[in-house]
């Protein structure tokens, strides 16, 4: 592989589902996914295991089908896992048998040790060459850098180590997780009858400033940023620093309209508008805190 | 069951010592450590000092190198295994993958503690980091619940050490980017949180206020205890109400546990606050010392001693205390 020569046409990749959708909005969701602009289709419950509007089995189902229509599909694998229940979701998915498993904690990691093709996901905190290579002996063939990633850091891992490298281009940034459900906490519930609320929430529950301004958002154990991190006019530095796959994360609007617009910047077709940044953010990127933006 | 307790300096490290502790832990001078903060920690010539002081005593040395090196840093990450290879420290705390195999492969006799900034809160993950690196023991994050740290340590032979006070993190260690995205100093590649360079404080009309790099924390009426703008740990707006969407100001205090720990075999019960000063360290080990050696005498008997615990929330932030994730209702 060449980083920085002939770069082949960056691919892009959708995220999985970090919300808890009600089963139609997630099926009705992937039906246009279907004819989108994604190349690769990250599928799974990563965020919480009460989660049951999709059993694992129907996740699997929806993989074939996108399969079958072309797109890449990987099954990603639950980031905290606390308990033998948690485990043993982990374990159905590294088994699957049939699609690529992106892991998200060590867990994974270790039950997929030695077999090929599978995917450091972003979850791992992979932040050198050392590390990669480590992950890449036991079978990993890509990684998706840490979400708070600058470009730095990933020109220095791959240009060490080079791999096909995916990073987070567009979303509200999964920056952290907890044994605390923090939604169900807003409504004074346990989290063990936590009555599902979070799926009133497709693109999370905000958590503003005592001044008002958006700070946050709340989504269960998984703590968001308010802003959507956007990198769209950073595809020139992404390609230059050996970055093949952008990430979207699915959102309840403008998923769609966002892949299309990194499809466009990537192919040289964007039209780079001004205003394809408002309340966006991409401070990581450029080694700053990640709620600013560059000019 | 041992007793870990923090020194962010010399004097602490000794106080530590003096006070019970088995083992104490602490880190260098730079962005190798998860409390990288300005004035805190140690060069080589008091590490060298305080790994003669502590030996002398026969207590052992921890030194921390639980952050993330990268591509452009790596080195320096590289040669503190190698000092404290060199300099005799008892064991190391490591998180990164390429830093446990690099100490591992070079140092084979150098002990290996897998830092809670490593996020194994399983045994497989556990299990991984013994067979590849050969880990002794591992530290597990605040939040799993006894049951969780219970089944953990039934299926491992890596020694498991759970924390038993002081500051609470929220959110799983190693995994929280809470700090990075707010002010640009993240925990994993440079040690700090919240870090007192981003801090603001200001009295307006509205009231006293503590800002992050400008993010208003929190804000407090007259007479209101006003707490350092740990970012989790501020009030926030959630739809119509304001209150501590994440986690309020107070401080991990497991002591009731201890019977508990010692029945489920865990190994080292770790006190947090490298931060804090020598006598914070002198009185919560005193404290601490005597209430394991309580609890071992006493098993399923022992109770914490009322004057422990008021001891206690005198070092607790906002004199609270929770179990954190060991109690399910937390969660």
């Known amino acids: 592989m060449n980083p920085t020569g002939n770069a082949p046409r960056a691919r892009l990749a959708l995220g999985p589902l970090l919300y808890h959708w009600p089963r139609a909005a997630i099926h009705d969701f992937y039906a246009q996914i279907v004819d989108s602009a994604a190349d690769i289709v990250y599928l799974g419950e990563v965020v919480c295991s009460r989660r049951q509007e999709m059993h694992f089995e129907d996740w699997v189902e929806l993989a074939d089908l996108l399969a079958a229509h072309g797109k890449e599909v990987v099954l990603s694998a639950q980031a905290l896992t606390e308990g033998a229940g948690d485990l043993k979701r982990v374990r159905k998915v590294v088994a699957n048998g049939r699609h690529r498993v992106e892991a998200n904690d060590m867990g994974a990691v270790s039950l997929l040790a030695g077999t090929a093709g599978w995917i450091a996901g972003p979850h791992l905190n992979i932040y050198n060459p050392q590390s990669l290579g480590l992950v890449m002996e036991l079978g990993a063939t890509r990684w998706v850098a840490p979400v708070e990633a600058t470009r730095d850091m990933v020109r220095g891992v791959i240009a060490a180590r080079p791999v096909e490298t995916e990073v987070f281009a567009w979303g509200r940034l999964p920056l952290a997780f907890s044994a605390r459900c923090f939604t169900a906490r807003r409504f004074n519930l346990q989290k063990e009858a936590c009555a599902f609320k979070c799926i009133d929430y497709p693109d999370g529950m905000p958590l503003n400033t005592r001044e008002g301004e958006g700070f946050l958002a709340i989504n269960g154990v998984q703590t968001q940023s308010a802003l959507f991190y956007n990198l769209v006019r950073e595809t020139g530095s992404l390609r230059e620093a050996g970055v093949s796959i952008l990430r979207a994360s699915p959102q309840s609007h403008g998923t769609m309209e966002a892949l299309q617009a990194l499809r466009d910047a990537c192919d040289g077709n964007g039209t780079q508008a001004t205003g394809a940044m408002e309340g966006c953010c991409d401070g990581f990127w450029h080694g700053r805190p990640g709620l600013e933006r560059a000019a | ?331």
């Open chain 2, 1 to 331: 069951m041992e007793l870990v307790c923090p020194a962010g300096s010399l004097p602490a490290l000794k106080a530590a010592v003096d006070a019970g502790a088995d083992w104490v832990y602490l880190g260098l001078r730079d962005e190798t450590n998860a409390r990288n903060f300005a004035g805190l920690n140690f060069d080589a010539a008091a590490l060298a000092a305080g790994l003669a002081y502590a030996h002398a005593k026969r207590r052992k040395v921890l030194l921390a190198l639980n952050t993330y090196p990268q591509a452009g840093t790596w080195e320096r990450w590289m040669r503190s295994v190698d000092l404290a290879a060199t300099q005799g420290v008892d064991a190391i705390i490591v998180a990164d993958l390429g830093l446990l195999d690099y100490a591992h492969r070079t140092h084979p006799g150098l002990e290996l503690h897998l830092s809670v900034q490593g996020s194994a809160t399983s045994h497989e993950a556990i299990n991984f980091y013994q067979q590849k690196f050969g880990v002794r023991r591992a530290v597990l994050p605040r939040v799993l619940s006894l049951a969780q740290v219970e089944y953990a340590i039934r299926n491992t032979a890596v020694e498991i050490e759970v924390f038993g006070f002081g500051g609470l993190c929220v959110m799983v260690e190693g995994r929280c980017m809470l700090s990075a995205y707010a002010c640009g100093d993240s925990p994993n590649t440079m040690g700090a949180c919240s870090p007192a360079r981003a801090v603001r404080w200001e009295e307006t009309p509205a009231g006293l206020e503590s800002r992050l790099n400008g993010v208003l924390i929190d804000r407090y009426a007259p007479g209101e205890h006003a707490a350092y703008p740990t970012l989790c740990k501020g009030r926030f707006e959630v739809e119509d109400e304001t209150y501590y969407a994440i986690e309020e100001p107070a401080s991990l205090n497991t002591m009731e546990l201890l019977p508990e720990f010692v029945r489920m075999g865990v190994r080292a019960v770790k006190i947090e606050g490298r931060q804090r000063s020598p006598a914070y360290v002198s009185q919560v080990t005193k404290v601490w010392r005597r209430a394991i050696d309580a609890a071992l005498a006493e098993g399923a008997q022992f109770a914490p001693r009322p004057d422990w615990m008021a001891e206690l929330n005198r070092h607790s932030e906002g004199s609270q205390q929770t179990l954190g994730a060991f109690s399910r209702p937390w969660k």
